[in-house]
């Protein structure tokens, strides 16, 4: 394989499609939480960020039931609504 097809190979495997951030990060409109209906989905770092917990805390509470996490496919994601709902109580 040359160096060049190599490289291209590279490029395709790190592309995300549109609109879809790396998963560490933290989408800068999700921060804005009232403006968001309650049916949008969070990924972990979000809802720590929202929360102001550590990823055990956010695992704890999933096993636990306080947080309903939703599989998609390799992902898992919350309702802004139960983070809502956790953040009010607390």
Known sequence: M???SS?????LRRRRPSGCLP???VPPQ???VDALPDSVLVNLPTVERLLGVSTSTVWRWSRQGLLAP???GGATRWRLGNIRAISAVG
């Open 70 to 72: 939703i599989r998609i």
């Open 23 to 25: 998963s560490g990060e």
């Open 7 to 11: 490289l291209q190979s590279n490029d």
């Open 30 to 32: 999700v921060l804005e």
């Open 2 to 4: 040359s160096a060049r």
